[in-house]
C-alpha cells in the first residue's frame, strides 16, 4: 500500500507515526520484557546450554532491542522507526532460531512457540507497516527453514508440520496487518477531507464576518463594526486615562450630487471619498468606517484635540484636492466635506455618547457656517457630563480659505 503522490505518502508516514507511535514504543518495550523473562525458561528447562542461550538473549538480542527503544523513546522525530523495529523484529526472531540450534531438536517445541510469538508482535502489536511486517516475516521464515534443514535435519514431516503452522500464521499475520493499515490510511484520508472542509468552513466563516463588519460598497467598516470597536476603544482609554478623538464627516450637497449625476455616479464618488479617507488617516490607531449614506467617521486613538483637528483638516483637503467634479454643490465645483471634530479624556461620568453628541453638534455647525471646513471641539475635564466646553481656547474652526 502506498498513496501515488510522493507528498501525500510523506505525510502519511507522519501521521502514522504520531497516532501510533506511542503504541510502538510499548510494544518494544513488552517484547524486551517478555524476551527478558523467557531467560528464566532458559535455565530451568536447560540447564546445561543455559550459559549459551543467555548469551544470545542478553548479550546479542536486548542489547539491539534497547538501542531500538532507546531511539523510540527520544525526543523529536523518528525517520527511522519502521526500519529499526522490524530489524529488532528480525533479530529477535533470529536469536530464538539460533538458540533451537543450541538445544536438542526434540525440545525445541517452546522456543518454536516462542517464533510464533515473535511473528504476532511483528504483524499486530508493534503496529509495523505492511510491507515491514511481511518482509520481517518471510525473511525469517526462510531464514529458520534453511537453519532447520542445515543443522537439525528433521524428518520430512516434521519439517512439514512446522511450516504449515508458521506459514499459516504469517499468511494470518498478513492479513491483519494488511487491514490495520489500511484502516490507518482510510481515517488518514478522511481526517485530510475533514481538515481541508474545516478549513473551507473557517474561511467562509472569516468572509462572512469580514462582510458583517465591512461596507458593502466601500469596503469600509460599517457601522455595526464601528461601534464595536468604540466600545472597545472607549474602555481601553477609560483604563488609562488616555484622550480619544473622533471626527464625523459628511459629503456636502451629496443628494444633489445623486441627484445630478445619477445613483451609479454616486456610488462610485461614495468609494473615491472612503478610498482617500483611509490612505489618509492611517496612523496605527485610526479607524475610519462608513457610518450612514454619505457620512463616515474616523475614530483617532490617544489623539489630541490639536492633532484630531489637524487630521480632519487634512482629511477635507485630501477630498478637496481629488477633484472629483460637483457641478451642483453650493461651495465648490468638486466634491468637499464638512467634519466635525471632538476629543474627550474617558471618565467615570462620562460615556461614549458624550464624545458622539459633541463631534455631531461641531459637524452640525460646520455645515450651518457653509460646509467645506473643520470645526473642532474639546470636552474638558471640569465641565460636566454632557456638556462641552467651547470656549475659545478649547474651540477651533478651520475654514477652508
Known amino acids: 500500500m502506498h498513496f501515488p503522490e510522493p507528498a501525500l505518502e510523506q505525510e502519511f508516514q507522519r501521521y502514522y507515526e504520531q497516532r501510533f507511535g506511542w503504541m510502538m514504543r510499548l510494544a518494544i518495550a513488552v517484547a524486551i520484557l517478555f524476551y527478558g523473562l523467557f531467560g528464566i525458561l532458559d535455565g530451568v528447562l536447560y540447564p546445561d546450554f543455559a550459559e549459551r542461550l543467555w548469551f544470545i538473549r542478553f548479550v546479542v538480542v536486548i542489547p539491539v532491542l534497547l538501542a531500538i527503544a532507546i531511539y523510540l523513546f527520544r525526543q523529536g522525530p523518528r525517520r527511522w522507526s519502521q526500519l529499526l523495529v522490524s530489524l529488532g523484529s528480525l533479530v529477535g526472531g533470529l536469536g530464538i532460531i539460533a538458540m533451537t540450534i543450541i538445544i536438542p531438536p526434540e525440545h525445541t517445541d517452546i522456543y518454536f512457540a516462542g517464533l510464533m510469538l515473535v511473528a504476532m508482535f511483528s504483524y499486530t502489536v508493534f503496529r509495523l507497516q505492511f510491507v515491514w511486517a511481511s518482509t520481517v516475516g518471510w525473511v525469517t521464515v526462510l531464514i529458520y527453514n534453511f537453519v532447520t534443514v542445515l543443522y ?22 498478513m492479513v491483519a496487518c494488511y487491514e490495520m493499515e489500511y ?207 467651547t470656549t475659545p481656547e478649547n474651540r477651533s474652526d478651520i475654514s477652508a480659505g
Open 152 to 173: 537439525a535435519d528433521p524428518a520430512p514431516g516434521e519439517l512439514l508440520t512446522a511450516n504449515f503452522f508458521y506459514i499459516s500464521a504469517n499468511l494470518m499475520g
Open 183 to 389: 484502516d490507518a490510511r482510510q481515517n488518514f484520508t478522511l481526517q485530510r477531507e475533514l481538515e481541508t472542509e474545516q478549513k473551507r468552513l473557517d474561511q467562509l466563516v472569516l468572509q462572512l464576518d469580514e462582510m458583517a463588519h465591512r461596507d458593502e460598497l466601500t469596503g469600509l467598516a460599517n457601522r455595526r463594526y464601528f461601534f464595536e470597536h468604540f466600545q472597545q476603544e472607549w474602555n481601553r482609554h477609560l483604563r488609562f486615562a488616555a484622550p480619544i478623538s473622533l471626527l464625523l464627516i459628511d459629503v456636502d450637497y451629496f443628494k444633489n450630487y445623486n441627484d445630478t449625476y445619477g445613483h451609479q455616479a454616486g456610488d462610485e464618488c461614495l468609494r473615491k471619498v472612503a478610498a482617500t479617507l483611509s490612505d489618509t488617516a492611517r496612523r496605527a490607531g485610526d479607524f475610519v468606517a462608513r457610518i450612514g449614506g454619505e457620512e463616515f467617521v474616523a475614530l483617532l486613538a490617544r489623539t489630541e484635540a490639536e492633532d484630531a483637528c489637524l487630521l480632519g483638516e487634512k482629511l477635507r483637503w485630501q477630498i478637496e484636492q481629488a477633484a472629483v467634479s460637483h457641478s451642483a454643490s453650493r461651495v465648490a465645483d468638486v466634491v468637499t466635506i464638512s467634519v466635525g471634530a471632538a476629543t474627550i479624556i474617558p471618565d467615570k461620568e462620562r460615556r461614549l455618547e458624550d464624545l458622539l453628541r459633541c463631534a455631531d453638534e461641531a459637524l452640525y455647525a460646520a455645515k450651518a457656517n457653509g460646509r467645506n471646513q473643520v470645526i473642532c471641539r474639546r470636552l474638558s475635564e471640569e465641565s460636566a457630563s454632557g456638556t462641552e466646553d
